[in-house]
């Protein structure tokens, strides 16, 4: 692998959160240091089995998304859009070892998926950040490329998250620890927010909008959906609910925001959410294009935050221009 | 396909509950019956592009669990013990088309993946329960065959669930619809229970008991874990959690059980949870077993269903004799 990023990124990263102690991100729990030993489970990884600063220390990028065949696309394109030598195509899964989830690493740039769901990328994150830590990774920049249903806006566009909301509109992560109601901010960065909307004016095929996103533990009746094999309201019941969200802000809706804005904020990650949104919920709850039609889509947010990272390493050329291949 | 389990099955099913009307499953959905086509997103199916009648109508089993690769490996198991033709290696995928969930078809079984966790799995049940619907399927028993970690018993033994409780030991399943919550009881089949109580009884190679499953929505904090990212309490209140969670009659901790119980309750499948436990967590927090330990702990519960499958298809030979396969 060509290590030329290192020469192309910045020495200094004006935008990092003041919360960052020397870049490096921060694990809040004292009992690790003690640990002998550190098993990232259902990464298949592990600080005796692997060693974490030399396949990691220097990765600069982290993105994210649902879909395993997503994100191996996506860092398919990334090897491409970095010109990077070879076509890509044989990109090992790091995970390899674990059905969980998979990664791929292309330059300073990592893939990983997260299935569907707050439990879910609540599980990766944890060890990802574990990782990160044990790597001595510094000034990370973590990205959520994901799916999601639009509320009044044109199927297609793509959101930047600036605020993540639960099911009550709320900015807040709650969980229960040790039977305790714990609630988190969902604070998202908001220099990041600019830089990836600028980004987007170079890529006119395709609308980008900053909005609030909800964020739910349910696709079906969760997210208003009258399609689930359980429903007990009112299409009327339905439309209101979603003409609340959208009156408080809410852009687009999706299942894993919260949670990724509270663990990544905890943790001195800088983090954005960009979704493509698959319908508009004023109009329908199924998702009804083409498969052409929807994997068009889902390389819309990859091919916007493909345009940041090269902005940010200086890439300028063709940014935008391309497209990547379907999954 | 070979058929001959339709001679195998029992005309009756005493074990019924009273709410089962003719063993169909029940959709609560009004909306339902009113739409056109149903497609069934995330399982790559669908009422106009699939025959799902001729394609499910005789499912009589189905399994799920996290891993694709080990409801792969339990599909092939149940090729074997179930004496169909062939050595079951080219099962295909029957929701190839999409990678966020896995579906193989044995006989009368259909064996799926859910991903981990409440929304994934809540995702599949309402999409699964629908093509049960559509396909018309009567008297269908449905069994999660999961991994968890066990409270107080020895790492391997396999917990039947009696209830799935909630992280603060209460048997329910809370949702946020339309802004409300929503709660919901989980009760599980209590006859099935005994059923897969007596199978055990012909497999002296593991201990297998019966017991409360804690469903969780998160791996760490969430289950009182100290080697996450993020832990703000000490060893001592996390064994002071645990051990309450021990006398409410918690013996394994996992995170689809709630929910689980709660769509199957509803819709009126006959549901059971049967899990192995990779690690007693009041001894620690990490999964430290060899990959074939693991691997064999995981065949545990898929080697109990199979002796419950082939006692209720009238194949008595053999059960819990033969081992499956490593995935």
């Known amino acids: 692998m060509?290590?030329?990023?290192?020469?192309?990124?910045?020495?200094?990263?004006?935008?990092?959160?003041?919360?960052?102690r020397g870049g490096f991100v921060h694990i809040?729990?004292?009992?690790?240091?003690?640990?002998?030993?550190?098993?990232?489970?259902?990464?298949?990884?592990?600080?005796?089995?692997?060693?974490?600063?030399?396949?990691?220390?220097?990765?600069?990028?982290v993105c994210v998304g649902g879909s395993p065949n997503r994100m191996r696309a996506f860092a398919q394109f990334m090897h491409k859009e970095?010109?990077?030598?070879?076509?890509?195509e044989d990109l090992a899964d790091i995970c390899a070892g674990t059905d969980r989830y998979a990664m791929y690493r292309v330059g300073p740039l990592l893939s990983i998926s997260h299935g569907m769901g707050i439990p879910?990328?609540?599980?990766?994150?944890?060890?990802?950040?574990?990782?990160?830590?044990?790597?001595?990774?510094?000034?990370?920049?973590?990205?959520?490329?994901?799916?999601?249903?639009?509320?009044?806006?044109?199927?297609?566009?793509?959101v930047i998250t600036d605020r993540a909301v639960d099911a009550c509109f709320q900015p807040r992560f709650e969980q229960v620890v040790l039977g305790d109601v714990v609630v988190r901010g969902t604070d998202l960065d908001g220099g990041l927010v600019e830089e990836l909307l600028a980004c987007s004016k170079a890529i006119p095929d395709f609308p980008t909008l900053v909005g609030h996103t909800m964020c739910?533990?349910?696709?079906?009746?969760?997210?208003?959906?009258?399609?689930?094999?359980?429903?007990?309201?009112?299409?009327?019941?339905?439309?209101?609910?979603l003409k609340r969200a959208h009156d408080a802000g809410v852009r687009n809706i999706e299942?894993?925001?919260?949670?990724?804005a509270a663990l990544c904020g905890l943790c001195g990650l800088?983090?954005?959410?960009?979704?493509?949104?698959?319908?508009?919920?004023?109009?329908?709850?199924?998702?009804?294009?083409?498969h052409e039609v929807l994997q068009e889509y889902q390389q819309r947010p990859q091919r916007l935050v493909a345009a940041f990272i090269r902005r940010r390493l200086g890439l300028h050329a063709a940014a935008g221009n391309t497209r990547p291949s379907s999954d």
Not at 82 to 88: H, Q, S
Not at 216 to 241: H, I, P, V
């Open 255 to 260: 299942m894993e925001s919260t949670a990724f």
């Open 270 to 290: 800088r983090a954005a959410v960009v979704c493509v949104t698959l319908l508009d919920r004023l109009e329908g709850d199924q998702i009804r294009a083409s």
């Open 216 to 241: 739910t533990y349910d696709f079906y009746e969760g997210q208003g959906r009258l399609d689930g094999a359980l429903c007990s309201f009112s299409n009327e019941k339905k439309l209101e609910y």
């Open 28 to 61: 809040k729990n004292p009992h690790l240091e003690a640990m002998d030993e550190d098993v990232l489970y259902h990464l298949d990884l592990g600080t005796k089995t692997h060693d974490l600063p030399a396949m990691f220390g220097d990765v600069k990028f």
């Open 120 to 158: 879910s990328v609540s599980i990766m994150l944890h060890e990802l950040i574990k990782l990160l830590h044990h790597a001595k990774c510094r000034d990370v920049t973590i990205i959520r490329i994901g799916t999601s249903g639009g509320l009044g806006v044109q199927a297609g566009s793509v």
């Open 2 to 20: 060509g290590h030329l990023w290192h020469l192309l990124l910045p020495h200094t990263d004006p935008g990092m959160p003041s919360t960052s």
């Open 82 to 88: 970095l010109g990077l030598e070879g076509d890509g």
